[in-house]
């Protein structure tokens, strides 16, 4: 079973820059899909997709609202996938969690609905000052 501990979240100013990490414990990471979804202020218990990768790292996927600014990207050895942050925006400001699914060996599928992955950290907070 997986454990995931988010890192990284802070305070910074438009335009700036954060690198959010998630380390995986428990069952090896290379068996996990991972990802990164984010609940914004006034969403309620809404959390919106913003990104995914294949248990490989051969596949990627992200919401249009960061496409362009963020990338996700994986050392399986470490056990650590990674959120790089761009450009941040105020309306990027949100609590960011990290989401791994257990999949096959020779999975390469992303997923970008969170009813499909297994565990979810407990969530880093992201706040994008103007």
């Known amino acids: 079973q997986g454990q995931l501990v988010e890192s990284g979240g802070g305070f910074v100013q438009i335009g700036d820059s954060l690198r959010l990490s998630c380390t995986v414990s428990?069952?090896?990471?290379?068996?996990?899909?991972m990802g990164w979804f984010r609940q914004t202020p006034g969403s309620g218990n809404e959390r919106e997709f913003v990104a995914a990768i294949s248990r490989d790292a051969t596949e990627t996927n992200y919401a249009d609202s960061v496409k362009g600014r963020f990338t996700i990207s994986r050392h399986n050895s470490e056990s650590t996938v990674f959120l790089q942050m761009n450009s941040l925006k105020p309306e990027d400001t949100a609590v960011y969690y990290c989401v791994a699914k257990a999949v096959p060996t020779h999975s390469d599928s992303y997923y970008v609905q969170g009813w499909q992955y297994d565990y979810w950290g407990q969530g880093t907070q992201v706040t994008v000052s103007s």
């Open positions: 428990g069952r090896g990471m290379s068996t996990y899909a």
